[in-house]
């Protein structure tokens, strides 16, 4: 395990938050876009296994997470201040496909990921840029990063369930329309419920599809099988290091629950 010295950990919109930690450079150069961090929350027993984090941005010596409070680990995280150490390892997983041609699609806090991204996609070296971002939150004060967001000059179009900012209703209804006109590539990360119906309409209008998914993780290397990820033909892949993203027509979406 490493050890991060917290830099900031603030409130970004309702139930999110911003964590910053300070990380050795010859570290940080290992990450790519699509990996994340098992952070160790505190130095007490509970919570006693590290949560996974996407790797939202890189700035400097600094990670960005940016994470959602659900339960106890991510509650205790938001208590953390600025000068607090915390342990992790990483960077884990498999970086996101190199895409070309393609819109994201997130959903709620599967907006995290994304962000580093762009940041490594703006000068099209290794990443390319995605053509249009589709985001939806349940309610505006639950959209994160906006003008963080826009600063790469990609188009970011909103959604919200009750229409308090942008389009009212699904961000998958958004991203349908746009595949009727334009069919190409989907790069999506959210609830489940979203990934299923992005694979549906992938589906529906022959585009490449990829998923970002979730599963709890124990052991984050390959050993404990505590992630695994059903795919078509009773096949299986381990979420920490053959995902986190998968293509959606191997996925046997029907069995997640
Ligand atoms: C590869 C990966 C990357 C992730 N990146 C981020 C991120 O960037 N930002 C972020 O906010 N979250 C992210 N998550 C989810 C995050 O790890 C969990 O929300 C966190 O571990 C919950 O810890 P907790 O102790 O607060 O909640 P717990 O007390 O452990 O659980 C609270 C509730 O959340 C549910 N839950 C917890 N973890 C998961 C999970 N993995 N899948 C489905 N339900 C779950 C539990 O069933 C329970 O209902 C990621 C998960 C994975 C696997
Ligand atoms: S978390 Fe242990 S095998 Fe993936």
């Given at each position: 395990m490493y050890e991060g010295k917290i830099v900031f950990n603030k409130k970004e919109a309702k139930n999110i938050y911003l964590l910053g930690i300070e990380i050795p450079k010859n570290i940080l150069k290992?990450?790519?876009?699509?990996?994340?961090?098992k952070i160790k929350i505190n130095q007490r027993m509970d919570p006693l296994i590290p949560r996974p984090f996407t790797i939202h941005a890189i700035e400097e010596n600094i990670v960005y997470i940016l994470y959602q409070i659900v339960g106890k680990g991510t509650k205790s995280l938001s208590k953390l201040r600025k000068g607090e150490?915390?342990?992790?390892?990483?960077?884990?997983?498999?970086?996101?496909?190199?895409?070309?041609?393609?819109?994201?699609?997130?959903?709620g806090i599967g907006i995290a990921g994304f962000g580093?991204?762009?940041?490594?996609?703006?000068?099209?070296?290794?990443?390319?840029?995605?053509?249009?971002?589709?985001?939806?939150?349940?309610?505006?004060?639950?959209?994160?990063?906006?003008?963080?967001?826009?600063?790469?000059?990609?188009?970011?179009?909103?959604?919200?369930?009750?229409?308090?900012?942008?389009?009212?209703?699904?961000?998958t209804d958004m991203v349908e329309e746009e595949l009727k006109q334009t069919p190409r590539t989907v790069l999506a990360c959210g609830p489940k419920s979203m990934l299923k119906r992005v694979a549906e309409i992938g589906k529906k209008y022959k585009v490449k599809t990829y998923l970002v998914m979730e599963t709890f993780l124990a052991c984050g290397t390959g050993f404990c099988?505590?992630?695994?990820?059903?795919?078509?033909?009773?096949?299986?892949?381990?979420?920490?290091?053959?995902?986190?993203?998968?293509?959606?027509?191997?996925?046997?979406?029907?069995?997640?629950?």
């Open positions: 290992k990450f790519q876009p699509g990996q994340f961090l150490v915390l342990e992790f390892l990483g960077p884990l997983g498999k970086p996101f496909p190199k895409l070309k041609n393609y819109i994201i699609c997130a959903g580093f991204l762009l940041q490594k996609s703006a000068n099209k070296r290794n990443f390319y840029p995605p053509e249009t971002i589709f985001y939806g939150a349940r309610t505006k004060e639950e959209l994160a990063r906006l003008s963080f967001l826009k600063r790469f000059g990609i188009p970011v179009k909103i959604s919200t369930d009750d229409g308090s900012k942008g389009y009212r209703g699904f961000v099988m505590g992630c695994v990820i059903p795919l078509k033909r009773g096949k299986y892949a381990h979420l920490c290091i053959d995902g986190p993203t998968f293509l959606a027509e191997e996925i046997a979406l029907e069995s997640l629950s």
